[in-house]
């Protein structure tokens, strides 16, 4: 059974900054690739960031230059990065683990980031 666990939301200013964490149950190598996704209120959940085993990554055009994904092998976790926050950035903030063959898509509970005037 595949677990993620997102932990860093919270609470912060416009411009500031956080850093979410994402810890898996199993080695993040097992993974083709893992990202950070996001449902703002009545909204669809979009791609934030992505790395892949190969350590490739990709951001949504919205988030590049303030957000940077990174993974943690020893401590299989993916980390998100996101700075100079804005109020847009208001939403839940997803993990999601991918396998590639058999396709499949593990996601965490996710976690609240709140951005405040």
């Known amino acids: 059974q595949v677990q993620l666990m997102e932990s860093g939301g919270g609470l912060v200013q416009a411009g500031g900054s956080l850093r979410l964490s994402c810890t898996a149950s199993l080695s993040v190598f097992t993974f083709d690739a893992m990202g950070w996704y996001r449902q703002g209120p009545g909204e669809q959940r979009v791609l934030v960031a992505t790395i892949n085993s190969g350590g490739g990554t990709n951001y949504a055009n919205f988030v590049k230059g303030r957000f940077s994904i990174s993974r943690d092998n020893a401590k299989n976790t993916v980390d998100l990065q996101m700075n100079s926050l804005q109020l847009e950035d208001t939403a839940a903030y997803y993990c999601?683990?991918?396998?590639?063959?058999?396709?499949?898509?593990?996601w965490g509970q996710g976690t609240q980031v709140t951005v405040s005037s």
């Open positions: 999601k683990a991918q396998w590639l063959w058999p396709v499949r898509d593990f």
